[in-house]
T-cell receptor, first 115, second 113 residues
Framework: EPEVTQTPSHQVTQMGQEVILRCVPISNHLYFYWYRQILGQKVEFLVSFYNNEISEKSEIFDDQFSVERPDGSNFTLKIRSTKLEDSAMYFCASRGDRYPTDTQYFGPGTRLTVL | DAKTTQPPSMDCAEGRAANLPCNHSTISGNEYVYWYRQIHSQGPQYIIHGLKNNETNEMASLIITEDRKSSTLILPHATLRDTAVYYC??????????????FGKGITLSVRP
């Protein structure tokens, strides 16, 4: 069964460093998402991406964040200068174009720890 | 998207049916009810969704009331591996960019041996 994959599973970085989180969405999906979950809190939407551009972003997704689909398979989230409060699980999700294939499927997540 | 309300927690015995309720009294006619679950800190896992008819798949059944203001997710024979946080989410489906999922706190299901 197709699945969303994410790498790395765990990333440790120093405050102020740049990190890139990688995702491989389900093949032939067209919509891509990033969510995050701070420990003990709700899963929060960050950004959605379609047709090579951001279609919606939350207030969390400020200028320190960017997303890219550099090739036909990867979808990345970059945090330019990490802060302690960026420590969280980051989940990538993807979905197809129309019902019933427009259910979002999530990857296993990347745990980001900022020291 | 309409807001949902779920009790914070419930438990059930292994092998018994787990019935997880959700209220969505402000649901619109074009909004579907989706259920996901999250085991520990893993990625949310899709379970099932429906519009107004009851739905069943290999994981669960979804019962939606006639007025669509509430629904129940049924795990027919709960196992210890079903211990997780279950999220009830309503959203419009179909094409369009405004399709983010809004997660609440969900209901924590504890399956006891």
């Amino acid at each position: 069964e197709p699945e969303v994959t994410q790498t790395p599973s765990h990333q440790v970085t120093q405050m102020g460093q740049e990190v890139i989180l990688r995702c491989v969405p389900i093949s032939n999906h067209l919509y891509f998402y990033w969510y995050r979950q701070i420990l003990g809190q709700k899963v929060e939407f960050l950004v959605s991406f379609y047709n090579n551009e951001i279609s919606e972003k939350s207030e969390i997704f400020d200028d320190q964040f960017s997303v890219e689909r550099p090739d036909g398979s990867n979808f990345t989230l970059k945090i330019r200068s990490t802060k302690l409060e960026d420590s969280a699980m980051y989940f990538c999700a993807s979905r197809g174009d129309r019902y019933p294939t427009d259910t979002q499927y999530f990857g296993p997540g990347t745990r980001l720890t900022v020291l | 998207d309409a807001k949902t309300t779920q009790p914070p927690s419930m438990d059930c015995a292994e092998g018994r049916a787990a019935n997880l309720p959700c209220n969505h009294s402000t649901i619109s006619g074009n909004e579907y009810v989706y259920w996901y679950r999250q085991i520990h800190s893993q990625g949310p896992q899709y379970i099932i969704h429906g519009l107004k008819n009851n739905e069943t798949n290999e994981m669960a059944s979804l019962i939606i009331t006639e007025d669509r203001k509430s629904s129940t997710l049924i795990l027919p024979h709960a196992t210890l591996r079903d211990t997780a946080v279950y999220y009830c989410i309503v959203r419009v489906t179909g094409t369009g960019a405004n399709s983010k999922l809004t997660f609440g706190k969900g209901i924590t299901l504890s399956v006891r041996p």
